[in-house]
Structure formats: structure tokens, C-alpha cells
């Protein structure tokens, strides 16, 4: 058996390179769980963005486009599955608001850890995250930042672009976490959800970011979420304020369409997007994990992208469930939802998880297991719109 630190150098070279070469070919920048399918008569304007079918909740149209979105009444703050709906909010997201967007990512207790099962591995030596080379639609193509709006103001995670079987090569589809786009238990459906592939594709600093032209901060256009959907696990046992509560099961897709509408699909557009295994080996059986994300938290500001590459141990938060991914990484909060990858067939990069919980300081990040329950979710999306990009 290889040391640890062999383990790792092997995992920093073989590992390190794996979203560039997914990216080579990227080009450049010009049912389980969460809602049904929708009900007949649903339908969308094209031209707009915006759903023609609103539950009564939201009230009047224009209501919402002039800010009607921003008043969380806790009495009719959208919970059930079913009531997911995102408006298209032209203009919300400028680049001034993506980079004032903080970040979302519960952090576990040293208590929820002292009461995990003690079948977990030790703790993971912390691994420094470095900073992805630019510009990233030729080095992270899939990789870009989700936003949403929540009670608590803007806010900001990771996600990944991904392969949709039922429109090959044609993918609207982004993997992020679940409490990136639900609240969990108690609460309900984020609002304004948008996805920028290659954020800040030449890696601007914090400080210039509000002054860089928006074709810089959002190179490939703004995306927003048609629809979103998550676990029944992160619905009801989530907390996306703080803790390893719903962490297990902590895995969301998103239906994309661009702001512009133009035809192009997300993957046509960013040239690339990632297979899902979702029958991924089990931590203990991997020697390399990679991570990807926007670290938004102190010591980082979410400008840049960044990367950590380890060993992968076991985290088991809920014995009921699968263990969960855990690698030493140094990315804080913003860098939730963002891809853990495997070298898969042929040395193809495939997303296993994506990035949910860690400690304050960090030291180290885990992502849930993607079994059934995410597949179901996934496979909900996609058939929703088979044929359709």
C-alpha cells in the first residue's frame, strides 16, 4: 500500500491536469426528490425567460421584475417541491452584484463530528488550494459560479457543466449542491438561481472585478435555472446555515438557458461538460480526488478559481447513508457545489460528488456519495426536457 504522501504526489500529477485536458477542446468565450414534471399547459417565453404559468404565491409579473422577489414573506416562502419557479430578473445580475454575492457553505461542529460514526477515516492532513491557471475556458471549461438570491442576501457557490444522455453534446445541465438552490428543512427554494461558466475567465483581482467589463466577468453570457432540483433527503433533513444535517444526500441539477437566447446549448457554447458516475468507487478505493471551486471566504474573495487534489478518505455523517468523499483542501465557503472529480475511462475527468461541508478553519472538504437518490434527481431533469435543447 502507498504512503500517504506518496498517495498524494501521484494524485497532484496525475490529477492536476485533469480538467485542462477536458477543457482542450472547450472553445472561446465570444425521480426522487425535488419538483415533478411540469403539468400540462406549462410553458415558457422564449424571448423573455420567464415561466407564463406562476403559482398564485408570487403574485403579480411585473411585481417580480420590479422586486416584488425580494420580500421573503416566511408565510409564503416557497417550500414544496412543486413550487419551484425562477423568473428571468433582466439586469439583476451585474457584475458589480456577482462579486458582492457571499458565500454558502455549512460548516460542521466539532460536536456533529465527535458523534459521527467512528467508522470515518482519520482527519485529512489540510492540502493548500492553488489557483487555476487562466484563462479558464481553456483550463476548467465546465467550472463557473452559481448565484441565487436567499432571507439573507446574495449569494454565491460553485457548479459544474455536465452531460444530459438524452441530448448528447447538447447538455443545459449544471451539477451543483443542494443547498446552493433549497434551504433545506423548514425552508424553501432560493430565488434569481443563474449559473456563469469561467467566471472572471482571466482571473481580474478582487479589487478590479466591479470594474471589469461584464463580457470579462461573465465571458460566456448569464445562464438562468429553468428549473432546479434536489433530494428529498436535503429537503427535509438539510440545513444550509450551518452544520452536517441533509449533508449526505447534498447534490442538485439545474436546467439552464441563456440570457442572450441564443440557440446554442450550455455545453455547445462552453465546448465541454463532464460525465456523472453514478456508481463512483468508494473513497477508500480512490488514490486521487480533485476539487474545484470559487473560495469566496476569508482568506479568499471569490475571484478566482481554485483547485485542491488529494486522497480521498471516508466521512460518514449519517450511517443510514453512504460515507461520504473527504480530502484535505484549504477552500472555503463559495467553493459548495463545485465538482470533485475522478480520472475516469480513457483518463477522462467524471464528477463523483460535488463540494458540501467542511470545518472553519478549513482544512479539508467532503462531498456527498452519488447513488440512487442523485441519479433520480438527474434523471427527473433530464427527461423533463429530452429532446428539447
Same mark, same amino acid.
Given at each position: #500500500?502507498?504512503?500517504?504522501?506518496?498517495?498524494?504526489?501521484?494524485?497532484?500529477?496525475?490529477?492536476?491536469?485533469?480538467?485542462?485536458? &477536458?477543457?482542450?477542446?472547450?472553445?472561446?468565450?465570444?425521480?426522487?426528490?425535488?419538483?415533478?414534471?411540469?403539468?400540462?399547459?406549462?410553458?415558457?417565453?422564449?424571448d423573455r425567460g420567464l415561466p407564463t404559468d406562476l403559482p398564485d404565491a408570487l403574485?403579480?409579473?411585473?411585481?417580480?421584475?420590479?422586486?416584488?422577489?425580494?420580500?421573503?414573506?416566511? *408565510?409564503?416562502?416557497? =417550500? +414544496?417541491? &412543486?413550487?419551484?419557479?425562477?423568473?428571468?430578473?433582466?439586469?439583476?445580475?451585474?457584475?458589480?452584484?456577482?462579486?458582492?454575492? +457571499?458565500?454558502?457553505?455549512?460548516?460542521?461542529?466539532?460536536?456533529?463530528?465527535?458523534?459521527?460514526?467512528?467508522?470515518?477515516?482519520? +482527519?485529512?492532513?489540510?492540502?493548500?488550494?492553488?489557483?487555476?491557471?487562466?484563462?479558464?475556458?481553456?483550463?476548467?471549461?465546465?467550472?463557473?459560479?452559481?448565484?441565487?438570491?436567499?432571507?439573507?442576501?446574495?449569494?454565491?457557490?460553485?457548479?459544474?457543466?455536465?452531460?444530459?444522455?438524452?441530448?448528447?453534446?447538447?447538455?443545459?445541465?449544471?451539477?451543483?449542491?443542494?443547498?446552493?438552490?433549497?434551504?433545506?428543512?423548514?425552508?424553501?427554494?432560493?430565488?434569481?438561481?443563474?449559473?456563469?461558466?469561467?467566471?472572471?475567465?482571466?482571473?481580474?483581482?478582487?479589487?478590479?472585478?466591479? $470594474?471589469?467589463?461584464?463580457? *470579462?466577468?461573465?465571458?460566456?453570457?448569464?445562464?438562468?435555472?429553468?428549473?432546479?432540483?434536489?433530494?428529498?433527503?436535503?429537503? $427535509?433533513?438539510?440545513? &444550509?446555515?450551518?452544520?452536517?444535517?441533509?449533508?449526505?444526500?447534498?447534490?442538485?441539477?439545474?436546467?439552464?438557458?441563456?440570457?442572450?437566447g441564443e440557440g446554442q446549448s450550455l455545453?455547445?457554447?462552453?465546448?465541454?461538460?463532464?460525465?456523472?458516475?453514478?456508481?463512483?468507487?468508494?473513497?477508500?478505493?480512490? +488514490?486521487?480526488?480533485?476539487?474545484?471551486?470559487?473560495?469566496?471566504?476569508?482568506?479568499?474573495?471569490?475571484?478566482? #478559481?481554485?483547485?485542491?487534489?488529494?486522497?480521498?478518505?471516508?466521512?460518514?455523517?449519517?450511517?443510514?447513508?453512504?460515507?461520504?468523499?473527504?480530502?484535505?483542501?484549504? #477552500?472555503?465557503?463559495?467553493?459548495?457545489?463545485?465538482?470533485?472529480?475522478?480520472?475516469?475511462? =480513457?483518463?477522462?475527468?467524471?464528477?463523483?460528488?460535488?463540494?458540501?461541508?467542511?470545518?472553519?478553519?478549513?482544512?479539508?472538504?467532503?462531498?456527498?456519495?452519488?447513488?440512487? $437518490?442523485?441519479?433520480?434527481?438527474? $434523471?427527473?431533469?433530464?427527461?423533463?426536457?429530452?429532446?428539447?435543447?
Amino acid at each position: #500500500m502507498l504512503s500517504p504522501r506518496i498517495r498524494r504526489v501521484l494524485a497532484a500529477g496525475a490529477a492536476g491536469s485533469l480538467l485542462a485536458l &477536458a477543457a482542450a477542446c472547450g472553445s472561446a468565450p465570444g425521480e426522487a426528490g425535488g419538483p415533478p414534471s411540469p403539468r400540462a399547459g406549462d410553458s415558457t417565453d422564449l424571448d423573455r425567460g420567464l415561466p407564463t404559468d406562476l403559482p398564485d404565491a408570487l403574485g403579480d409579473l411585473g411585481k417580480w421584475k420590479d422586486g416584488g422577489w425580494n420580500t421573503w414573506d416566511r *408565510e409564503k416562502w416557497l =417550500r +414544496e417541491a &412543486a413550487d419551484f419557479v425562477n423568473p428571468h430578473v433582466k439586469g439583476l445580475w451585474d457584475a458589480d452584484r456577482m462579486h458582492e454575492a +457571499e458565500e454558502s457553505h455549512p460548516e460542521v461542529t466539532d460536536e456533529e463530528l465527535a458523534a459521527a460514526s467512528a467508522d470515518s477515516d482519520p +482527519e485529512p492532513a489540510a492540502v493548500r488550494a492553488e489557483q487555476v491557471r487562466t484563462p479558464y475556458h481553456q483550463n476548467a471549461a465546465p467550472v463557473g459560479k452559481v448565484f441565487f438570491d436567499t432571507p439573507r442576501g446574495p449569494m454565491v457557490c460553485s457548479g459544474t457543466v455536465v452531460q444530459d444522455p438524452r441530448n448528447p453534446g447538447r447538455s443545459d445541465l449544471v451539477a451543483t449542491a443542494g443547498h446552493c438552490v433549497h434551504g433545506g428543512r423548514n425552508e424553501g427554494w432560493y430565488r434569481n438561481i443563474m449559473f456563469v461558466p469561467s467566471y472572471n475567465d482571466e482571473g481580474h483581482p478582487a479589487e478590479q472585478v466591479g $470594474d471589469t467589463p461584464q463580457r *470579462e466577468v461573465a465571458p460566456y453570457g448569464i445562464y438562468w435555472a429553468q428549473w432546479a432540483q434536489t433530494t428529498s433527503y436535503w429537503i $427535509d433533513r438539510g440545513d &444550509a446555515a450551518a452544520g452536517a444535517a441533509g449533508a449526505a444526500q447534498d447534490f442538485a441539477v439545474l436546467r439552464v438557458q441563456s440570457e442572450s437566447g441564443e440557440g446554442q446549448s450550455l455545453e455547445e457554447t462552453v465546448g465541454n461538460a463532464l460525465k456523472i458516475n453514478f456508481e463512483g468507487p468508494q473513497p477508500d478505493r480512490l +488514490e486521487a480526488l480533485s476539487s474545484y471551486g470559487y473560495p469566496a471566504a476569508p482568506p479568499f474573495d471569490g475571484a478566482l #478559481m481554485h483547485t485542491c487534489t488529494d486522497a480521498p478518505g471516508r466521512l460518514f455523517v449519517d450511517p443510514s447513508q453512504p460515507p461520504m468523499y473527504r480530502i484535505g483542501c484549504t #477552500m472555503t465557503g463559495g467553493t459548495s457545489g463545485g465538482g470533485m472529480y475522478i480520472a475516469g475511462a =480513457r483518463g477522462k475527468a467524471e464528477l463523483v460528488s460535488v463540494n458540501a461541508i467542511g470545518p472553519q478553519p478549513a482544512t479539508w472538504l467532503a462531498g456527498p456519495y452519488l447513488g440512487e $437518490d442523485a441519479k433520480g434527481v438527474f $434523471d427527473a431533469v433530464s427527461k423533463q426536457h429530452a429532446g428539447r435543447s
